[in-house]
């Protein structure tokens, strides 16, 4: 108190200069609070992840907050009924609300019951903007001669979570496979054909999405041990790509020379990945960096959730989505590991 005090008493005695300093300085910060955008992750996920961080996004200020349940649906609940009204965007994490499969929409029930807790604040899963933005990504690479997909071998993690992925790397002549049936439901079925993979999309999504998301996709704890699973198709893969979160859990104990084409990367995962032998990692959204400079990438829930908090809309078309990510400049990040 007595060194803000004397701090106080110097800019008095050093006259207009120093107070009108001060007052810029004040109404900056004031300014900038009045100005930002808060948007709210809240994941099934482990709590471990959890971060708060402030960036700017297309010239506005955002505190971004990432809130882990552990794999808790009540909690998850709780959280958004508490943030409802006080934030800008809540985003759903470690859960999509909707699968798009060609002109086809499923709505997965536990996500449903989640987004409809918000009555004021809208609530976004990230699959409008993952079906533009990672389309764009795949493009973006063989325009810039990072890759050219024909003929590549890609292990597509889950081609129903990522069908406009699946769809472009397909149109590339890239030989992908599916992990859908392994990964998810643990039967040792790869799927190597769009044709079977919108198949089993209208044989097992009505059904699926009624069933708990848990039973499909990892949550809380379970995303932070490894399950020997599906290593083969790791093995004959040139490319990985999909949910990191996936990847992560079915990794090998080495994938040397491979490239990882994912998102939601934290230092720690661009380490793991170093460690068991990955070439690079390229991330289909942007990178920021956290209170410790380490570069990472969100997901493509909270990215949507920046774009619609600058749009101040609750939904975005097609266009606007591809629109604001041309204007903020959104393209993959190659990291060489």
Same mark, same amino acid.
């Given at each position: ?5 004397s701090?106080?008493?110097a800019?008095?005695?050093l006259?207009n ?6 007052q810029?300085?004040k109404?900056?910060s ?35 907050i ?9 909690e ?10 006080k ?18 929409v499923?709505?997965i029930?536990?996500?449903r019951?989640?987004?409809l807790?918000?009555k004021i604040?809208p609530?976004v899963?990230?699959?409008?903007l993952k079906?533009?933005l990672?389309r764009?990504?795949?493009?973006? &690479?063989?325009?810039?001669r990072i890759?050219?997909?024909r003929d %590549?071998? #890609? *292990?597509?993690?889950?081609g $129903?979570?990522r069908? @406009? ?7 590339r ?9 392994v ?5 040792p079925?790869?799927?190597r ?6 198949l ?5 999504l009505?059904i699926?999405t009624?069933?708990?998301f ?8 379970q995303?932070?041990?490894f ?5 083969e ?12 979160l ?6 090998p ?16 995962d661009i380490?793991l990945?170093?460690s ?8 289909t959204?942007?990178?920021? &960096?956290?209170?410790?400079r ?5 997901? %493509?829930? #909270? *990215?949507?959730?920046?774009? $619609?908090?600058?749009? @101040?809309q609750?939904?975005?078309t097609?266009y606007?989505?591809?629109e ?5 400049g959104?393209v993959p990040?190659?990291?060489?590991l």
């Amino acid at each position: 108190m007595e060194k803000l005090a004397s701090f106080a008493y110097a800019a008095c005695e050093l006259g207009n200069p120093v107070r009108i300093l001060l007052q810029a300085v004040k109404k900056m910060s004031e300014r900038m609070a009045l100005a930002s955008k808060i948007v709210l992750s809240v994941s099934l996920g482990s709590s471990s992840r959890d971060m708060r961080i402030e960036t700017v996004i297309g010239g506005t200020h955002f505190v971004i907050i990432r809130r882990g349940t552990n794999g808790s649906i009540p909690e998850a609940r709780r959280i958004i009924q508490e943030a409802d009204g006080k934030v800008d965007v809540i985003c759903l994490g470690g859960i999509d609300r909707w699968l798009r499969i060609g002109k086809r929409v499923y709505e997965i029930r536990d996500a449903r019951k989640l987004a409809l807790v918000a009555k004021i604040t809208p609530v976004v899963d990230g699959s409008g903007l993952k079906d533009t933005l990672e389309r764009l990504a795949i493009y973006w &690479l063989e325009v810039n001669r990072i890759v050219q997909f024909r003929d %590549t071998k #890609v *292990l597509l993690m889950s081609g $129903l979570d990522r069908f @406009g992925l699946a769809e472009e790397l397909v149109i590339r002549k890239a030989r992908v496979v599916f992990g859908d049936m392994v990964f998810a439901l643990g039967i040792p079925m790869p799927i190597r054909s769009m044709f079977f993979l919108e198949l089993l999309a209208r044989l097992l999504l009505p059904i699926v999405t009624r069933v708990p998301f848990t039973w499909l996709y990892p949550t809380g704890k379970q995303q932070e041990s490894f399950v020997e699973r599906g290593w083969e198709l790791y093995d004959q893969a040139e490319w990985i790509t999909g949910d990191f979160l996936y990847i992560r859990r079915y990794l090998p104990p080495w994938i040397g020379g491979k490239t990882v084409l994912t998102n939601t990367i934290r230092p720690a995962d661009i380490e793991l990945l170093r460690s068991r032998g990955c070439r690079r990692v390229i991330t289909t959204t942007p990178l920021f &960096l956290d209170e410790q400079r380490n570069q990472f990438s969100f997901g %493509t829930n #909270v *990215l949507e959730g920046a774009v $619609l908090a600058l749009l @101040g809309q609750h939904h975005a078309t097609r266009y606007q989505y591809l629109e604001m990510i041309k204007k903020l400049g959104w393209v993959p990040q190659v990291i060489n590991l």
